[in-house]
Antibody, heavy 121, light 109 residues
Framework: QVQLVESGGGVVQPGRSLRLSCAVS????????MHWVRQAPGKGLEWVAL????????YYADSVKGRFTISRDNSKNTLYLQMNTLRAEDTAVYYC??????????????WGQGTLVTVSS | QSALTQPPSASGSPGQSVTISCTGT?????????VSWYQQHPGKAPKLMIY???KRPSGVPDRFSGSKSGNTASLTVSGLQAEDEADYYC?????????FGTGTKVTVL
């Protein structure tokens, strides 16, 4: 069955960096686009970034553009989110999620369980 | 891109129906038939309940149905059960962006 497992979350000071990973199984990873979506404590879902199946096209929400970088390693079935210059408002549970197609901004179908990032001094 | 608008809360007694609206614009909901609905229980990941406006993934009860009219999509839960109490979010393809709804908390009275 389809599985997405995030890791790499934790407590980090403002201005520092963190890299999240998402290991997938149960489907052909290299055929699907992938999202990162976050949810601040007690808040709604916020789209963060999208990468197409081949990694050639990447898109970001304005709130993270220039600070976050999405990438993937199709040989390792793994999605990444490099987060730099973290701010308190980046505190959230970060979910990786699959798009139902190889490219395009289609809403996700499968989601991971999430990893919590807390930005605090 | 602004979030899609949902009512903050909705409620119904067991066995009744509840309908949640999700209002966008002609650039998202109104322009494409790619609206999805997610159910999220506390501390859990979102779960896909409806995709492409009205299609149900395998395993989702047929008590859940979706529709769209103009710039507004709707999710109806018929025959409410205690386990349907959760937060629900809509999402729509928006061309060069992905947008989620503000979320609706459904309470089973």
């Amino acid at each position: 069955q389809v599985q997405l497992v995030e890791s790499g979350g934790g407590v980090v000071q403002p201005g520092r960096s963190l890299r999240l990973s998402c290991a997938v199984s149960g489907f052909t990873f290299s055929s699907y686009g992938m999202h990162w979506v976050r949810q601040a404590p007690g808040k709604g879902l916020e789209w963060v970034a999208l990468i197409w199946f081949d990694g050639d096209n990447k898109y970001y929400a304005d709130s993270v553009k220039g600070r976050f970088t999405i990438s993937r390693d199709n040989s390792k079935n793994t999605l990444y989110l490099q987060m730099n210059t973290l701010r308190a408002e980046d505190t959230a549970v970060y979910y990786c999620a699959r798009t139902p197609y190889s490219s395009g901004f289609y809403p996700p179908d499968y989601w991971g369980q999430g990893t919590l990032v807390t930005v605090s001094s | 891109q602004s979030a899609l608008t949902q009512p903050p809360s909705a409620s119904g007694s067991p066995g009744q129906s509840v309908t949640i609206s999700c209002t966008g614009t002609s650039s998202d909901i109104g322009g494409y038939n790619y609206v999805s609905w997610y159910q999220q229980h506390p501390g859990k990941a979102p779960k896909l309940m409806i995709y492409e406006v009205s299609k149900r993934p395998s395993g989702v009860p047929d008590r859940f149905s979706g529709s769209k009219s103009g710039n507004t999509a709707s999710l109806t839960v018929s025959g409410l059960q205690a386990e349907d109490e959760a937060d629900y979010y809509c999402s729509s393809y928006a061309g060069s962006n992905n947008v989620f709804g503000t979320g609706t908390k459904v309470t089973v009275l």
